[in-house]
């Protein structure tokens, strides 16, 4: 069965970045979509983008369009979220997620196996 990581988070000024990972142990992230998802303090959960198992297409919601860059590693089993140009609204705990449909789906319930989730703070 998959375990996932998230590591990367921490505290960075508006306008600067963040690059999060997510690693993976007991199976190959090559053979699932994987979403990166955030949950602000007192709001629900919502999707970040994800990474196709297909052909590692991927989609961004529209917070993160033009900002956020999410990729894959086979070598290093890891799926990248690389976050540009961070706002304050941006805070919140970022999870990775895996599915084992063959492309991206915006429907959490699609995803069985999630991280333990990494804190991400934009503020001055």
């Known amino acids: 069965q998959v375990h996932l990581v998230e590591s990367g988070g921490g505290l960075v000024q508006p306008g600067g970045s963040l690059n999060l990972s997510c690693t993976a142990s007991?199976?190959?992230?090559?053979?699932?979509?994987v979403g990166w998802f955030r949950q602000a303090p007192g709001k629900d959960r919502l999707g970040v983008g994800c990474?196709?198992?297909?052909?590692?297409?991927?989609y961004y919601a529209e917070p993160g369009k033009g900002r956020f860059t999410i990729s894959r590693d086979s070598a290093k089993n890891a799926v990248y979220l690389q976050m540009n140009s961070l706002k304050p609204e941006d805070t919140a705990v970022y999870y990775c997620?895996?599915?084992?449909?063959?492309?991206?789906?915006?429907?959490?319930?699609?995803?069985?196996?999630w991280g333990q989730g990494t804190q991400v703070t934009v503020s001055s």
């Open positions: 997620a895996v599915s084992t449909y063959y492309y991206c789906s915006g429907y959490q319930r699609a995803y069985t196996t």
């Open positions: 990474i196709s198992q297909s052909d590692d297409s991927t």
């Open positions: 007991g199976s190959t992230l090559d053979d699932y979509t």
